[in-house]
C-alpha cells in the first residue's frame, strides 16, 4: 500500500487545529497515534513492502508521528489557556461601584461642635453611660424628691450600686454627672467638653426619643463671671450656626447651676423656623453644692456649665422634622449628609 505521506501531514495539522476541546483533541490523537490508529497502520504494512518503500514508509511514518505529537502537545496548551481564560477576570469591565458609607449625622454633628469648642481650648472628656445616683443626682444638687429621680423619669437598672445600699444604678439622664467626674479627677483650671449618649423614658413622637445625646460644657477657674459664659456661648453659635444668628438667655432653674438660664437662638437659616425663637441648650454658674461634691474648697473656685441637646441641633441646622429619622437607619435619608 502507498502513502501520501504530504497529505498525510497536511491533514494532521488541519485535524488538531479544527480541534476545539480536549476530548476533540483525543480522537485526533487516536486517530493517528492510537494503537488502531493511522501510524500504527503504516508499521503494521512494512513486512509487505519492498525494501525502498520501507524506507520511504518508515520514514514517513516516524515524521507523522513527531509532527502529530509536537502539534497535539502545543494545542493542548492552547485550548487550557483558553478555558482558562474564560473563568478569568475581564479587567477591562468598568467596576461595581460599592457604595461608600458617610459619618452618621448625629457624630458628624457632635464632632463639629466639639471641634467649635476644642479650637477655643475645650477637652474632650468621656463618662460613663451607666452611673450611680450619686453622679447623676445627689452630687448635683438634685435632692432625693426631684422628680427627676423617678423611674418616670430615669431608667434604673436591676444592679444595686456596690458603695451605695438601697440605691440603683441607672442609664445617665444627662451629661452632667460627667462634670463631678471629672472634677474629682482634675485641679482647676480645666475646661472639658463632654459629648455622649443620655437615656430619658419618655414616649416617643417626633420630638422625643428614649435616647438623644446631649454634649456637656464645664469650664472651672477662679473669678470665672457669668459674662464668660455669655462670651463664650455667643462665639460658639457664631461659629456654629452663621453670624446671622440673634441668642437669648432666658432665666431659668437647674438644681445644679446658680444662677441659670435657657439659651434660645433666631435665624432665618433655619427652614421654616425663621423668626422663632428655638431653645438649644441649658447654662450657669456652677452651684457651690456641686463643688462641694466634688471635693473643692468653699469659695475657691468659679465655673460655669452648660449641656445642648445634639438631636435638637442637627434638626435645626439641616431642616428635620422628625427626631425619629436618625435612628431608623433609611439609608435614603442618612445618605443626603
Ligand atoms: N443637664 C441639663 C439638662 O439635661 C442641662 C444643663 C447642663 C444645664 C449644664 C445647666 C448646666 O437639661
Redesign the pocket.
Known sequence: MSWDIEKIKADVAADVASASSLDALESVRLKYLGKKGLVQEMYGGLSEASADEKKLIGKGANDIKTLAEGLIADRKIAISAQSKRADAIDVTIPGAQRGVGTQHLINQTVIEICDVFERMGFVIQRGPEIETEFHNFSALNIPLDHPSRDSFDTFYLDQEDPQVKGHYLLLRS???PGQIRVMKQHKPPMAVIIPGKVYRPDAVDASHSFMFH?I?GLLVDKNVTFADLKGLLTAFCKKYFGDDVTMRFRPHF?P??EP?AEVDIQSNIFKGRAGKWLEIL???MVHPKVFEAAGYPAGEYTGF???MGVERIAMLKHGIGDIRTFVENDIRFLRQY
Open positions: 444627662h451629661t452632667s446631649q456637656e437647674f445644679f447651676t441659670s441649658g447654662c450657669g456649665a452648660f449641656g
